[in-house]
């Protein structure tokens, strides 16, 4: 497989593990749409992935429209940017237009500088931890604790493929992260930090951390979606755009 295509399967591997560990979640997959449930009434967090170009396009994604409106949830669908332009123009047709790009990342260079100073980087295996990234979470992203604790449960720090670490700066829990591994791809999510401990290079060496720890497990590559304000930093840590994940929306739900 090339990086292209090793870092979309990393994508596709790391929400399926999210969806079938979220409390309220659940994961449908068939002929190249795999549909992720989170069990919360945000439409980031319902993922539609057309994962190689569709048959039936239409009908398929209405089946993925069907699905989510099942669980009355709203949901996005994400397409790799040259993928498949017939289930584009089917989202189109549908009601679903063009909202945004996610730029998918890659970087093959898994030498891991040190962390900075003042930063204790742990493994989140108990409850103590768990209650802290999750505090984490809430408070980097700005979502409601409620929603976080259906999302990241305990089912989840101990799925086999899947690692969260929190950082702890002056005592409190201030960055984390999440490895999901597979393929030999350490796959970033959850890279999050505490307002008050940001401009300090946590975010940066919460993701080094995952990436090193990838490598312990026979990882030659590293993959994340970046947002707009990570990007840079992304760049600069050696990463580039490999997938461009076009977004299609429903407007008003």
């Not at 790391?14 to 409390?23: E, I, L, Q, V």
């Not at 057309?50 to 209405?62: G, H, N």
Request: hydrophobic share 45%.
């Amino acid at each position: 497989m090339n990086i292209v295509d090793r870092a979309d399967e990393s994508y596709f591997q790391a929400w399926r593990a999210f969806g079938r560990c979220a409390a309220g979640g659940a994961v449908r997959e068939s002929s190249g749409l795999l549909c992720v449930s989170s069990g919360l009434p945000v439409a980031f967090m319902n993922l539609a992935f057309v994962t190689r170009p569709l048959s039936a396009p239409e009908d398929q994604i209405a089946s993925a429209m069907a699905f989510f409106d099942s669980r009355r949830e709203p949901f996005i669908v994400r397409i790799r940017e040259g993928l498949d332009r017939a289930s584009e123009a089917a989202c189109e047709r549908l009601g679903m237009p063009y909202s945004d790009t996610v730029p998918g990342m890659a970087s093959t260079s898994m030498s891991v500088p040190a962390p900075p100073a003042g930063l204790d980087i742990r493994l989140v295996d108990s409850g103590p931890a768990l209650h802290d990234f999750r505090a984490v979470i809430s408070a980097g992203y700005e979502i409601p604790m409620a929603m976080v604790e259906a999302f990241v449960t305990a089912d989840l720090t101990r799925a086999p493929e899947v690692e969260s670490y929190v950082g702890y700066a002056d005592g409190q829990p201030a960055a984390s992260s999440t490895l999901a591994f597979g393929g030999r791809v350490a796959g970033i999510h959850n890279v999050a930090t505490a307002q008050e401990f940001r401009k300090r290079g946590f975010g940066e060496a919460m993701t080094w951390h995952g990436i090193e720890r990838g490598a312990a497990y026979g990882c030659d590559m590293a993959a994340l979606q970046s947002s707009e304000m990570g990007q840079p930093i992304y760049a600069r840590m050696g990463f580039r755009v490999v997938s461009p994940y076009r977004t299609f929306h429903r407007p008003g739900v």
